[in-house]
């Protein structure tokens, strides 16, 4: 008898135990406190953007296309709403080059040399596709609009090599000793062209892109780097850019370090700078394909107090559990909320949103891509189909619009800590009106969720947002009404391997 009874009470606390998980994981509480405002910017969210290089430089020539890409990424109603555009100064290459075979990475200078004298001249028609595609991109964001120039290599007859997309040796500079002047003349010229005489104001200058590697090789079949020292090579770049853009009475316009792979090289790169070039920097721009040292990175832009964006990333991953065409917009928006809760930037910037094309004819005799495979990870939001004149969207596409859309530039951010086994994630924003909550699932379950605001009330209408499920028939943006809350706890219930929105007045 005793035996059964301690069988029995052994079964009772086995169930207990089990409620008590189950419970458990049917319910994360969330906090969102302003303790947890990011104050980077003085709390001033400035946006969500995307390099134009390289795929502008491919569909500029089509009006079409162009129109297209303006709405769908750049027009907050009918598109994703971004408003950074980060224009390429392209580096030309040598005209008897032919080893770039990528369709878009062929980006054309803005100086070429004259072939009947000789001499170095500016002209301004050589991309006119990149700018085609500004032009209609600025507009469609309106007021929010930020451009920023950036440069992935001088011109081909600055560089050690004679060649755009890198030096012989990777891991050594590639420009030449006696070019830094007129490089730094080169990228205040073209911000100034874009300012006065196309009235296409440009707000910062990056002149470098991952400077500090070994990734750029002569004759590869991209331009998208140079190699520059960290220290006194890349110190004398920035304070000769500064002093060009001064030349120019372009004073206003932020100058921002190297846009470097990853904030742990980023950080030494920082640390080795000049007193001048330190002083000439007005903001600090990273990537995120590497993670190391993000949190030190966002601690030391807090430390220097400067500003601080996210200004390159994407990749194929997946996330979520058996999610299918929704791995990959998953991976995305997890992606876009680990990076901001330990970087703590004031902008976050995807690398390109069209990276792919499909071309019966391709261009220059190379071929393109072809179409995204959708059922993994891929780069790039969406693809370019210039036979049907169709820009293809992909389910990650609506999972990043699920941010850009909804959290708009002049918000402050509000990290929102979970726990990792719960499968969810959450970012959360405030304006002067409204709270918005944007929450991933990356389970094959339905999550019950409660959101604890501490020191905000909510009062209202809850408007809820979704993507999820498969391109066909899934949901893009699907919006829906919540009953009414009052006080300062939103219940909701999440979708399977999802992403989702809400909306709701606070105070």
Same mark, same amino acid.
């Given at each position: 008898?005793?035996?059964?009874?301690?069988?029995?009470r052994?079964?009772?606390?086995v169930?207990?135990?089990?409620?008590?998980l189950?419970?458990h994981?049917?319910?994360?509480?969330i906090?969102?406190?302003?303790?947890?405002?990011?104050?980077?910017?003085?709390?001033?969210?400035?946006?969500?953007?995307?390099?134009?290089?390289?795929?502008a430089?491919?569909?500029?020539?089509?009006?079409?296309?162009?129109?297209?890409?303006?709405?769908l990424?750049?027009?907050?109603?009918?598109?994703?709403?971004?408003?950074?555009m980060?224009?390429?100064?392209?580096?030309g290459d040598?005209?008897?080059?032919?080893?770039?075979?990528?369709?878009d990475?062929d980006?054309p200078?803005?100086?070429i040399?004259?072939?009947?004298?000789g001499?170095?001249?500016?002209?301004? $028609?050589?991309?006119?596709?990149?700018?085609?595609?500004?032009?209609?991109?600025?507009?469609?964001?309106?007021?929010?609009?930020?451009?920023?120039?950036?440069?992935n290599?001088p011109?081909?007859?600055?560089?050690?090599?004679?060649?755009?997309?890198?030096?012989?040796?990777?891991?050594?500079?590639?420009i030449?000793?006696?070019?830094?002047?007129?490089?730094?003349?080169?990228?205040?010229?073209?911000?100034?062209?874009? $300012?006065?005489?196309?009235?296409?104001?440009?707000k910062s200058v990056?002149?470098?892109?991952?400077?500090?590697?070994n990734?750029?090789?002569?004759?590869n079949y991209?331009?998208?780097?140079?190699?520059?020292?960290a220290?006194?090579?890349?110190?004398?770049?920035?304070?000769?850019?500064?002093?060009?853009?001064n030349?120019?009475?372009?004073?206003?316009?932020?100058l921002?370090?190297s846009?470097?792979?990853?904030p742990?090289?980023?950080?030494e790169?920082?640390?080795?700078?000049?007193?001048?070039?330190?002083?000439?920097?007005?903001?600090?721009?990273?990537?995120?394909?590497?993670?190391?040292?993000?949190?030190?990175?966002?601690?030391?832009?807090?430390?220097?107090?400067?500003?601080?964006?996210m200004?390159?990333?994407?990749?194929?991953?997946?996330?979520?559990?058996?999610?299918?065409?929704?791995a990959?917009?998953?991976w995305?928006?997890?992606?876009?909320?680990?990076?901001?809760?330990?970087?703590?930037?004031s902008?976050?910037?995807?690398?390109?949103?069209i990276?792919?094309?499909?071309?019966?004819?391709?261009?220059?005799?190379?071929?393109d891509?072809?179409?995204?495979?959708?059922?993994?990870?891929?780069w790039g939001?969406?693809?370019?189909?210039?036979?049907?004149?169709?820009?293809?969207?992909?389910q990650?596409?609506?999972?990043?619009?699920?941010?850009?859309?909804y959290?708009?530039?002049g918000?402050? #951010?509000?990290?929102c800590?979970?726990?990792?086994?719960?499968?969810?994630?959450?970012?959360?924003?405030?304006?002067?009106?409204? #709270?918005? #909550?944007?929450?991933?699932?990356?389970?094959?379950e339905?999550?019950e969720?409660?959101?604890?605001?501490?020191?905000?009330?909510l009062?209202?209408?809850v408007?809820?947002?979704?993507?999820?499920g498969?391109?066909?028939?899934?949901e893009?943006?699907?919006?829906?009404?919540?009953?009414?809350?009052?006080?300062?706890?939103?219940k909701?219930t999440?979708?399977?391997?999802?992403? $989702?929105?809400?909306?709701v007045?606070?105070?």
């Open positions: 008898m005793c035996y059964l009874r301690a069988v029995m052994r079964i009772a606390f169930l207990l135990l089990a409620t008590s189950v419970c994981a049917e319910s994360t509480v906090k969102v406190s302003k303790d947890n405002a990011i104050q980077t910017n003085g709390g001033y969210w400035e946006g969500w953007g995307t390099s134009l290089c390289w795929w430089n491919r569909i500029g020539y089509n009006e079409t296309l162009t129109a297209k890409s303006a709405a990424f750049f027009d907050a109603k009918q598109g994703l709403g971004l408003n950074i980060r224009y390429n100064v392209g580096g040598d005209p008897t080059h032919h080893h770039i075979t990528r369709t990475s980006v200078g803005w100086m040399i004259d072939p009947a004298t001499e170095r001249k500016y002209d301004y $028609t050589a991309d006119a596709r990149q700018l085609n595609v500004v032009k209609a991109a600025m507009k469609a964001a309106g007021q929010d609009a930020y451009l920023e120039i950036f440069s290599s011109p081909y007859f600055m560089t050690n090599s004679g060649c755009s997309t890198g030096n012989f040796k990777a891991e050594e500079n590639n030449k000793d006696d070019e830094y002047d007129d490089f730094a003349e080169y990228m205040a010229h073209v911000a100034n062209y874009m $300012t006065r005489e196309m009235k296409l104001k440009v990056s002149p470098m892109n991952e400077p500090n590697t990734y750029w090789p002569a004759m991209k331009q998208e780097g140079c190699h520059i020292d220290g006194e090579s890349q110190s004398k770049l920035l304070v000769l850019t500064k002093e060009a853009l030349r120019y009475g372009l004073k206003d316009i932020i921002t370090t846009d470097e792979t990853n742990g090289k980023q950080i790169e920082i640390k080795t700078l000049t007193p001048d070039a330190r002083a000439a920097i007005n903001r600090i721009s990273v990537h995120t394909y590497g993670v190391n040292s993000i949190r030190e990175m966002g601690q030391l832009a807090k430390d220097e107090k400067i500003n601080l964006w200004s390159e990333v994407d990749g194929n991953g997946t996330a979520g559990q058996n999610a299918g065409e929704m990959a917009g998953l995305l928006a997890e992606k876009i909320i680990t990076d901001i809760q330990a970087l703590e930037p902008a976050w910037v995807l690398w390109q949103v990276d792919t094309h499909i071309s019966k004819d391709g261009y220059k005799g190379r071929r891509g072809g179409p995204l495979r959708t059922a993994g990870g891929y939001t969406a693809c370019a189909n210039h036979d049907t004149n169709e820009i293809l969207l992909t990650k596409y609506y999972a990043m619009g699920q941010f850009t859309r959290i708009r530039p918000s402050t #951010l509000i990290n800590p979970t726990d990792r086994r719960s499968g969810v994630k959450a970012l959360a924003a405030k304006d002067k009106k409204t #709270l918005t #909550l944007v929450c991933t699932n990356t389970t094959s339905p999550k969720v409660e959101f604890n605001t501490e020191g905000l009330k009062k209202g209408q408007r809820q947002i979704r993507t999820s498969q391109f066909a028939d899934g893009h943006w699907a919006e829906t009404t919540l009953p009414k809350v009052k006080g300062s706890t939103l909701v999440l979708a399977p391997n999802s992403v $989702t929105t809400f909306i007045a606070c105070k």
